[in-house]
Nanobody, 124 residues
Framework: VQLQAYGGGLAQPGGFLRLSCAAS????????VGWFRQAPGKEREGVLC????????YYGDSVKGRFTISRDNAKNTVYLQMNSLKPEDTAVYYC??????????????????WGQGTLVTVSS
């Protein structure tokens, strides 16, 4: 049973990256999925999340209009499309699953299982 985030790397300001969160050993359909990030010297923060059937999404203020979350349950994968990247987006990004996140989507304690992080660096 594993949750794995990947796709991080180096991007220039204004550029884009797409992160993936893939599940193995279990079906991601039964879970809401969130993305968090932790910048150097800062606490982990909730970035955005998506419900099981994709009918509900929440976005953190810092990424609204730039980041998009989507999922492909047939591929057991959730995606984080990051556009118009800024240096302050530099962080380790984590995906996590919850039976249901509700209004507390941005709290770490809402989530039951975490993937390992993937590093995103935005720099010229």
């Amino acid at each position: 049973v594993q949750l794995q985030a990947y796709g991080g790397g180096l991007a220039q300001p204004g550029g884009f990256l797409r992160l993936s969160c893939a599940a193995s050993g279990f079906t991601l359909d039964y879970y809401d999925v969130g993305w968090f990030r932790q910048a150097p010297g800062k606490e982990r923060e909730g970035v955005l999340c998506i419900s099981k059937s994709s009918d509900i999404t929440y976005y953190g203020d810092s990424v609204k209009g730039r980041f998009t979350i989507s999922r492909d349950n047939a591929k057991n994968t959730v995606y984080l499309q990051m556009n118009s990247l800024k240096p302050e987006d530099t962080a380790v990004y984590y995906c996590a699953i919850a039976r249901t996140f509700g209004i507390n989507w941005h709290y770490e304690s809402t989530y039951d299982r975490w993937g390992q992080g993937t590093l995103v660096t935005v720099s010229s």
